[in-house]
């Protein structure tokens, strides 16, 4: 089965560093990737993690442990625009003819604030 | 704009009826996934196709069906439909292979039951 966890709701101020974790349990593991999703938009790949370790891209950072089944994204100098829900996935290991599952974490609802 | 097309972009019917959603991938994806996002369960995989073949479902009721069409679009069909149903349905593609095989939704569709 798949279980995935992340905080329901954060909130942190314009300017600071927030870090949104996420907790997998899953049958097998084929990469962990962040999204982000504005409210009642379509959700946009922020950062994807195969290897262990911190992959970074401007202001987001993204880390993955695999063997405590354990990421989190980590966002800098946040600015109002970034008030969003930040969804972590995990891809099932590929089981042939393009098929690459993801399973969905429930979200994190992020509001930054003046 | 992530190349990923769906219409209609919002959909209003009442319970007992028939809906079919149609999306248009990205040019060069051979896959198109399917999601389910209501405001208590995230967003939930419902069906994926490869190059015009199911290739995985998830937790999809007997009562949604859907295609890929030789042109690679897709269409879902939702039938019987229960209150319940009322959420945001979104489709994704990817390509077959090379680089991180992420995936780009499209814009959704918005269902409401009523």
């Not at chain 2, 019987?80 to 945001?88: K, W």
Request: aromatic residues 12%.
């Amino acid at each position: 089965g798949q279980n995935i966890d992340q905080p329901t709701e954060m909130t942190a101020t314009e300017g600071a560093i927030v870090q949104i974790n996420c907790t997998y349990q899953t049958s097998g593991f084929n990469g962990l990737f962040w999204y982000q999703q504005h409210a009642g938009e379509a959700p946009t790949f922020l950062s994807y993690n195969v290897l262990d370790g911190l992959e970074e891209k401007g202001r987001f950072s993204s880390f993955l442990s695999r063997s405590k089944g354990y990421s989190y994204l980590l966002l800098k100098e946040l600015q109002m625009k970034d008030s969003a829900s930040y969804l972590c996935a995990v891809r099932a290991p590929y089981s042939g003819a393009g098929s690459y599952q993801l399973t969905f974490g429930k979200g994190t609802k992020l509001s930054v604030i003046p | 704009d992530s190349g990923v097309t769906q219409t209609p972009k919002h959909l209003i019917t009442a319970t007992g009826q028939r809906v079919t959603l149609r999306c248009s991938p990205r040019s060069g994806d051979l896959s198109v996934y399917w999601y389910q996002q209501s405001l208590d369960q995230g967003l939930q995989f419902l069906i994926q196709y490869y190059n015009g073949e199911e290739r995985a479902k998830g937790n999809i009721l007997e009562r949604f069906s859907a295609q890929q069409f030789p042109d690679l679009h897709s269409e879902l069909n939702l039938s019987s439909l229960e209150l319940g149903d009322s959420a945001l349905y979104f489709c994704a593609s990817s390509l077959p292979e090379g680089g991180i095989l992420e995936q780009f939704f499209g814009p959704g569709t918005r269902l409401t039951v009523l």
